[in-house]
Nanobody, 132 residues
Framework: QVQLVESGGGSVQSGGSLRLSCAASRYSYSMYCMGWFRQAPGKEREGVAALDIDGTTRYADSVKDRFTISQDNAKNTLYLQMNSLKPEDTAMYYC??????????????????????????WGQGTQVTVSS
């Protein structure tokens, strides 16, 4: 079981930046598709970004060219750099790890789908609020 702890959320104005961090334990990064999803009240879960085991990154269209996912393997930490934030980015953000065998493609959509099943792992979330 992968343990994930997010941090770095907060309140910013539109156009601002935040960097989310996710400390992971008890996992081998070669076995999981890592990523982030978000959920706002009354809205569906949305996959945001994914990091494949070969280093390939994939993003939801809504955040492409604004968000960057990365990983520091030595620190077992996943990051999400968020730039040019918009009010519609306001949500609870969750770090996620889904097993590669359960991931036909390691992308943002898969992160959102598999984390609704018993195979997904995610943390407690960190709130991001963007004001206009």
């Amino acid at each position: 079981q992968v343990q994930l702890v997010e941090s770095g959320g907060g309140s910013v104005q539109s156009g601002g930046s935040l960097r989310l961090s996710c400390a992971a334990s008890r996992y081998s990064y070669s076995m999981y598709c890592m990523g982030w999803f978000r959920q706002a009240p009354g809205k569906e879960r949305e996959g945001v970004a994914a990091l494949d085991i070969d280093g390939t990154t994939r993003y939801a269209d809504s955040v492409k060219d604004r968000f960057t996912i990365s990983q520091d393997n030595a620190k077992n930490t996943l990051y999400l750099q968020m730039n040019s934030l918009k009010p519609e980015d306001t949500a609870m953000y969750y770090c996620a790890a889904v097993p590669i065998p359960k991931t036909p493609t390691c992308d943002a959509h898969t992160i959102a789908v598999v984390t609704t099943t018993r195979f997904g792992n995610w943390g407690q979330g960190t709130q991001v609020t963007v004001s206009s």
